[in-house]
């Protein structure tokens, strides 16, 4: 029994109660439905032929009626619970004619019943009395698994199921299975291969034929080749179109023959009968007969099975329909009649073509539909033999009879009691207009079968559930989602164009809506609500016309129903020769036998569907004798509102179709549509029409899902319009904006004259469709009403949202998630009436406005908010014959001059964006009480209004304007940052802009912040000319850190500088790429360099010029103290500077060894000066020109030889003397000294100056020490705390370790008091973190002198005549650092000063530096220097340059004595100390290796003093002198304890026993540059630390380092 609607009834009001069974029999009476008692309620059902199943809601299976498997004396008569089942978690049961089965949680399949064709799945048994487990497994998987089953579908002698990767898996007998397979039965179940990689939601089972719903996914590409003929028809099964400029390939063969019959197939087991049918025939009325095919069908094994289908007689061959069977040596007799056909109905009509276009650009074409029909036949005769669809609906009962006579009498052959294509049913236009609000229930609330009938049910989780919460498919469910569906798509053929084939004979504004359609849907989050886009897939046999396609030939394969795709199925089932389907439309199509008038296709009235007044249904089953029906009881009103919602929607949702397929589709096919709506107004249609089928898929889809809602469990959470407010929100704000803007450019107007060139002037249909009393509307008010008319249904779902809030408590959750949604959409609701007002009024106000440049101003987006033609508002000191008008939008502000207001004309205008628009009232008394200032960002005026009311009205009407455009955003580029509390518009906000008016911004375009009418804050301005300026701004100029390009239209290049910026110029630290290949880096004032800075030229400009300057700049140009490096000539400079050129005293080396020392001027050498050679030549005397020796000097050679006189040539070419040569005594010869370097060099103390400048600058201080340390700290913390900032926004640029370092810094020490020992140690851990910190003041001090410093004496600068001066410059650098520290603690002491310590010990915690300056006296504490607080800090940074310097300088020393040390380690042990005169007391007797005492032997070596040898080595690997000095006491101690555990701890030294075994630990040491450790100790250490015990170790090192170079071996 199909039942249409149900009238809502609230008499049965209490404890909420769902799954109450009512059960009736019979088909031709009228019988009263019984309730049937269960104690819990019943979530599912199934009916066979002669029995039955229950699912309950604790997971319980009961069945009823006949079961002849059942291993009992006599049937059993009531309910009888499956007790192997319990415990099972069953969340379906299904039932064929003689099977049952029942699906688990878990995913696993139970069968029961008959099984003589391996319908069950188990082999050896030809029934199966219990339910038994039956394994899904795939094989094709390497281990296989077990496939997961959420769905089974039982007919009379197969099984399908449904996996949770959405693939169909079969076993049993017959082609129904749709297996490549002639053997059967099939016992083990096995994949539809042919339905691999497609997205299977549903699967139906009829007696011998099968039905799948499958959900339409994205096209993916495949590589997979296929034949290129079909096996049938011999066509082409690919298809290539040359459309436009690109060419579609289609893949979608349709063959007319169906599949390939054979005389006879091997394998094929005779069928039988089946013993419930044997033993009991005469009890039954059979609902349907099957005409057997002859042996030549493939599926004649099963003709003789058929006997259980058939009536008492059991006929084994009743005659078919032979004149449609095509055998191998007759060809078909009608197959020309059938194409012929099959030609007409091919093609779509003109309003499925419009449809196709609103609907159909959004899914991947199928392989059933074609580019181009092989059948295709004269248009003339589509409409009149096409079936009827849901896009033509019935008028009167007369046209629908029209439509099936001419329908079946296209079918050669056939009665009128078969229907071969799915036929929609002659109620469901009623049922779609007459779904009432009261609880009646609609079609798509019932899904009914005649035979057997399978109904799935879900239950609602939220989307985190995965597929093992889950209970079945139901109506495509809303949270199915799998990946590997997407993946398998690569199984099916490719396209090479991603246009649907069936869509690629449209219109170029068709396309357009295509597209529009297409990115919406896409848009929508894909699986919150249910999919429409599917098609109804079948196979089996055909003979009753079961199929759908258009034939009675079977399928051995599953083959799409053309005829139902894009009808937006949502639920299908199957009776035993008739298949039905339910569309969102709320239109079932049924097809089939029609015998019994179980299609509901004729007038009589024992076929017409009646009404059962039995409640609130929310499924019903129907199979054999029997129908059962699920109602819920209305406790408190909520399942009639529920009821009155879903069918308010469906309603809703079947005008919205009418309007899409009978009005936009026609419309959109018209071919003077664009010639009369133009370019524009074209656009803005399709982008409505885009619009309009977008709503209208997401109103389907919530209809779907609201019938969803009633099947399953009805948690008010999972309503999807409380649960995706979002989506239905934006829906209508979008479709909203597209009608509104379609009205103000008039587009209504123009639409009229193609809508009443298709639909008659007086446009009918529009009022049939809205349902209007009123004759009164104009044609423009009655299509602008209709497309309005969408928006009302707002008001439903706020009404219907309020009345289901009764239900509920007022502080429960589901109540307030109710409110919620109520008040979203009385928001929405009230917004778009008010944005319909809007579009209203700009449309009469464009009608009516007669500028000539009013086109200019009118855009589709543009609202009118009020206007000044009523001189409200005028502008101040204007001329006595101007007059101006002020139009405000909801994007700009025009005013207008030299105009007419009551005539609505003007000559000019200005145009003022809202978004840089600042307004403020003005109460002063000299420019007036009335006045309102206007602020942009070029302009600035006044306006006077007219009254204090206006001025109020027109204030608030700007700052709401400038306020909702803010919010809304222009083009999505502009955004509020942050609200007003008193409904004022942000003074600052971000905004674009482009500049007009003459001067340095002229048509640059700004984008960033603003405030009050001038850039502020963080911006992009851009040039025509392609500058760049991003970084951040201030008072409309550029201040603060900003990244600027500029073109250099010479190189063709771009120059760059990222740094700092004042008041629009360069300011601070910055970098500044030129164009020529030229980088500076460093400090910039007032767009120049000035300051301390690193210049490299590369080769880009002038391989000639390739060089690097580091030092001070003035004004751009080198001015003071710096060091160039040549790389081109070789040469290093270090000196001053003037004006770019080398001007005073200075240093020159170059690669030859050369160094040059005296007065420079204009670039050259003049005057006084030296010269070194690095064979230790000296010249003495006069310069001129460059490196010319000029005038009087003296020439010092290395052997003490002297040339005294005037000099004159270049030093290397020849040099002419005219002078006193002599040549001293030997004695006087050791006497002379040879001079050393730096007596024209820069003292240190001048050195750099700029580079300590800038870091008392950054504290705060104008000159080196004046400034308050207070001001100098909070610097400190405002350069922290922004880079703090930036961490937050750029979190990568900082590791783990500098993020630690970043937050300790954040911590100050105590700096004000007397520093102690204590206070000491913290003070100087802080230097340490601070100076590793670059963006610390200290920190970046301490990485520009390393890079000065290793720039100065690394590569040609590596010169041994440089070593005083680098030892030097370190010494001036650590007291000017120690200046800068004792300013940020005052309480530090002076230089070398004694702290106390205030308790009995220094801390622990403290290194060998604190260690080290411990004082000798009784007094604990330790002396305060530069060199032990800043040494250890950043010696180990300067060490490599300044130790090689060191080794050039003692290389000839150090060659003397590593010889020597080579030379004496050759000797073992007891050999080297008596050769050094070492005391035999002294010599070691055993020694202790790994534990155990060896005794030394003549030829020991290396194993005397091996611990103190081992410590000694690691003076190598010490930087600072004080580690090296703690090495050095070690050694000794070491030593010491050596001696003492062979002679006595009583043992004291005396320097002639500690010296030989010292020079013997010194020669095992093998220390490799001892002579420049030793140089750089004595150098940098404290004169403190040079006495005492430690001056007298290091003394005896270097008497250690001499007396090697003088031992011999002798």
Not at 1142 to 1167: S, W
Not at 1241 to 1253: D, G, L, Y
């Amino acid at each position: 029994m199909l039942m249409e609607g149900q009238s809502s009834s609230g008499k049965e009001e209490g404890s909420r109660e769902k799954g109450v069974l009512y059960r009736w029999q019979g088909y031709f009476c009228s019988v009263t439905p019984e309730r049937l008692v269960l104690s819990r309620p019943v979530l599912h059902a199934a009916l066979g032929t002669l029995h039955g199943l229950l699912l309950t809601e604790d997971g319980h299976v009961y069945s009823f009626g006949e079961q002849p498997w059942k291993r009992a004396s006599s049937q059993p008569v009531g309910l009888v619970l499956e007790s192997s089942m319990s415990g099972q978690r069953v969340i379906s049961v299904s039932a064929g004619s003689y099977h049952c089965s029942a699906v688990t949680e878990d995913g696993l399949v139970h069968m029961w019943g008959e099984n003589s064709h391996g319908q069950c799945g188990i082999s050896g048994m030809d029934q199966v009395p219990d339910p038994t487990p039956v394994s899904v497994v795939d094989g094709e998987t390497h281990p296989p698994q077990l496939v997961r089953v959420i769905n089974v579908a039982c007919g009379a002698q197969h099984t399908l199921a449904l996996s949770g990767n959405h693939e169909v898996w079969a076993w049993g007998s017959g082609c129904q299975l749709g297996l490549v397979t002639s053997v059967f039965p099939v016992w083990k179940p096995q994949k539809v291969e042919h339905l691999v990689g497609r997205y299977v939601v549903q699967i139906a089972c009829g007696g011998f034929h099968s039905l799948a719903l499958v959900q339409l996914l994205p096209p993916a590409e495949s590589c997979q080749q296929r034949q290129d003929k079909c096996g049938q028809c011999k066509q082409s099964l690919y298809t290539m179109t040359d459309k436009d400029d690109h060419v579609i390939n289609s893949d979608d063969h349709y063959c007319p023959l169906g599949v390939e019959l054979a005389h006879s197939k091997q394998g094929q087991r005779p069928g039988q009968s089946s013993p419930a049918q044997t033993t009991q025939t005469k009890h039954i009325v059979s609902d349907f007969q099957i005409s057997q095919l002859t042996s030549e069908n493939i599926c004649a094994g099963q003709a003789s099975s058929d006997s259980s289908q058939q009536n008492d007689t059991n006929q084994e061959n009743q005659p078919g329909p032979t004149p449609l069977l095509r055998t191998k040596s007759t060809p078909y007799p009608d197959e020309q009649a059938l194409k012929d056909y099959l030609k007409r109905i091919s093609d779509q009509t003109l309003v499925e073509q419009a449809e196709a276009a609103l609907v159909g650009g959004s899914h991947p074409p199928s392989r059933q539909t074609s580019l181009t029909c092989p059948f295709r036949s004269d248009q003339s005769d589509e409409r009149t033999l096409l079936p009827s669809s849901s896009t033509l609906s019935r008028t009167d009962g007369s046209t629908s009879a029209a439509r099936q006579h001419s329908a079946s009498n296209s079918i050669t052959g056939k009665k009128g009691s078969l229907s071969l294509l799915p036929i929609v049913d002659s109620t469901s236009d009623d049922s779609s207009q007459h779904s009432i609000a009261d609880g009646g229930i609609c079609l798509s609330d019932l899904v009914i079968s005649n035979g057997c009938l399978f109904e799935s049910c879900e239950e609602s989780r939220d989307n985190a559930d995965t597929f093992q919460s889950k209970k079945s498919t139901s109506l495509t469910d809303i949270t199915l989602e799998d990946t590997d569906a997407h993946d398998r798509r690569g199984s099916l053929p490719g396209l090479l164009s991603p246009v649907s084939p069936s869509d690629s004979h449209r219109t170029n504004h068709t396309r357009a809506v295509v597209g529009s359609v297409t990115t919406s849907s896409t848009s929508e989050s894909k699986n919150l609500l249910p999919s429409l886009y599917t098609e109804v897939w079948s196979w089996g046999r055909g003979q009753e016309g079961q199929l759908g396609h258009g034939d009675y030939l079977p399928r051995l394969q599953p083959l799409c129903i053309k005829s139902l795709r894009k009808k937006e199925v949502v639920k299908i089932t199957a009776g035993a020769n008739h298949s039905l389907s339910l569309t969102a439309q709320c239109q079932v199509y049924s097809w089939g036998s029609d015998r019994f008038g179980q299609l509901g296709h004729m007038n009589a009235s024992s076929t017409v569907p009646n009404l059962a007044k039995i409640g609130y249904v929310s499924s019903v089953f129907g199979g054999g004798l029997n129908c059962l029906a699920l109602t819920d009881q209305n406790a408190m009103g909520f399942i009639a509102t529920i009821h009155e919602l879903a069918s308010a929607e469906r309603k809703f949702y079947c005008t919205l179709s009418k309007v899409k397929s009978q009005i936009l589709g026609p419309l959109l096919a018209h071919e003077s549509l664009a010639l009369s709506l133009g370019q524009l107004s074209m656009l803005l249609f399709q982008e409505m029409a885009g619009s309009f089928s977008k709503l209208c898929h997401l109103t389907g889809q919530n209809s779907t899902s609201l019938t969803n809602f009633l099947q399953r469990g009805k948690v008010i959470k999972t309503l999807a319009l409380i649960k995706n407010t979002t989506i239905f929100i934006d829906t209508y704000k979008e479709y909203s904006h597209t009608v509104g803007n379609f009205l103000v450019m008039g587009g209504f107007q123009s639409l009229l004259k193609p809508l009443q060139q298709c639909f008659g002037k007086k446009l009918e249909l529009l009022q049939t469709l809205m349902e209007l009393k009123e004759k009164n509307l104009s044609p423009s008010e009655l299509l602008v009403n209709l497309f309005y008319m969408p928006l009302h249904h707002l008001h439903g779902y706020n009404r219907l949202l309020l009345k289901l809030t009764n239900c509920f408590e007022v502080k429960t959750v589901e109540y307030l998630w109710i409110q919620d949604g109520c008040s979203k959409y009385e928001a929405v609701a009230h917004l778009l009436s008010k944005q319909r007002k809007d579009a209203e009024t700009t449309f009469i106000f464009w009608k009516n406005f007669k500028g000539k440049n009013s086109e200019s101003l009118r855009k589709p987006s543009r609202r009118l908010v009020c206007e000044s033609s009523n001189k409200a508002l005028t502008l101040q000191n204007a001329g006595r014959f101007s007059i101006s008008w002020f139009i405000l939008f909801n994007d700009v502000l025009v005013h207008a001059q030299g105009t007419i207001p009551s005539k609505k004309l003007f000559s000019s205008h200005y145009v003022y964006p809202l978004a840089t628009l600042w307004v403020e009232p003005i109460s002063d008394e000299i420019v007036g009480l009335l006045s309102l200032k206007l602020t942009t960002p070029e302009d600035s005026f006044v306006v006077l209004a007219s009254s204090p009311l206006e001025k109020g009205k027109w204030l608030r009407a700007i700052n709401q304007a400038i306020d909702d455009m803010l919010a809304v955003g222009l083009n999505g580029r502009t955004h509020v940052s942050r609200g007003s509390q008193k409904g004022e518009p942000p003074v600052s906000r971000t905004a674009t802009h482009t500049f007009r008016k003459e001067g340095r911004l002229k048509d640059a375009s700004y984008n960033g912040r603003w405030l009050s009418g001038k850039p502020h804050g963080k911006g992009t301005l851009k040039w025509p000319d392609g500058t760049v300026y991003y970084g951040t701004f201030k008072n409309g100029l550029e201040d603060g850190f900003g990244d600027y390009m500029v073109p250099n239209k010479t190189f063709n290049k771009f120059e760059r500088f990222q740094g700092h910026w004042k008041e629009g110029k360069m300011h601070g630290f910055g970098t500044y790429w030129y164009a020529s290949g030229e980088v500076y880096e460093g400090s910039f004032r007032d767009n120049m360099c000035h300051g301390h800075g690193m210049l490299r030229s590369g080769k880009m400009a002038s391989p000639s010029s390739s060089s690097v300057f580091v030092g001070q700049w003035v004004h751009g140009r080198r001015t003071g103290y710096g060091v160039c490096d040549d790389f081109s000539r070789g040469e290093k400079y270090m000196g001053i500077w003037l004006d770019d050129q080398r001007h005073g005293d200075g240093v020159v080396i170059t690669q030859f060894g050369l160094y040059y020392e005296g007065n420079f001027y204009n670039n050259k050498m003049m005057g006084n000066g030296m010269l070194l050679c690095d064979d230790d030549t000296v010249f003495k005397g006069e310069f001129s020109e460059d490196w010319t020796l000029c005038g009087k000097g003296v020439l010092s050679m290395p052997n003490g030889d002297c040339l005294d006189g005037i000099f004159d040539g270049h030093w290397g070419t020849g040099l002419k003397v005219a002078g006193t040569f002599t040549k001293p005594f030997e004695t006087l010869r050791r006497e002379n000294k040879i001079l050393v370097a730096g007596h024209y060099a820069v003292p240190a103390e001048e050195k750099w100056k700029t580079v300590f400048e800038e870091c008392w600058g950054r504290l705060g201080c104008e000159t080196p020490g004046q400034g308050l340390y207070e001001k100098a700290w909070e610097n400190i913390a405002i350069s922290l705390t922004a880079r703090r900032r930036q961490q937050r926004d750029r979190p990568e640029e900082l590791s783990r370790s500098q993020n630690m370092m970043l937050e300790s810094l954040e911590v100050i020490p105590q700096h004000l008091c007397p520093v102690t020992a204590d206070s000491f140690n913290i003070i100087r851990r802080y230097l340490m973190k601070a100076c590793d910190f670059p963006l610390h003041p200290l920190g970046w001090l301490l990485e520009t002198l390393v890079t000065v410093y290793r720039m100065t004496y690394v590569g040609v600068g590596s010169n041994r005549r440089l070593l005083q001066q680098a030892v030097e410059e370190i010494q001036s650098y650590l007291t000017r650092i120690f200046q800068l520290v004792r300013f940020l603690f005052p309480g530090l002491p002076e230089d070398g000063c004694f702290i106390l310590d205030s308790s009995s010990s220094l801390d622990e915690g403290t290194d060998s530096l604190n260690s080290s300056t411990h004082c000798e006296t009784p007094q604990q504490g330790c002396i305060v220097s530069s060199s032990s607080l800043l040494l250890p800090v950043l010696l180990p940074r300067l060490y490599p340059p300044l130790f090689t310097l060191y080794t050039l300088d003692k290389e000839r020393e150090e060659e003397v004595y590593w010889n020597c040390v080579l030379r004496l380690n050759k000797q073992p042990d007891l050999a080297l100390l008596a050769f050094l005169g070492v005391q035999q007391k002294f010599w070691p007797v055993s020694i202790s290796l790994l534990g155990q005492k060896k005794q030394v032997l003549p030829i020991t070596k290396d194993a005397c003093f091996a611990t103190a040898v081992e410590t000694l080595q690691q003076i190598s690997t010490a930087f600072s002198p004080s580690d090296k000095l703690q090495v050095i006491r070690l050694t000794f101690e070491e030593v010491t304890q050596e001696v003492q555990a062979m002679l006595g701890q009583e043992f004291l030294w005396c320097m002639d026993d500690l010296f030989p075994i010292f020079l013997y630990v010194v020669l095992r040491a093998r220390i490799r540059n001892l002579g420049s450790e030793v140089s750089l100790i004595e150098d940098l250490t404290d004169c403190s630390l040079q006495l005492g015990q430690l001056g007298f170790m290091l003394t005896t090192l270097k008497a250690c380092y001499n007396q090697i170079q003088l031992e011999k071996t002798t």
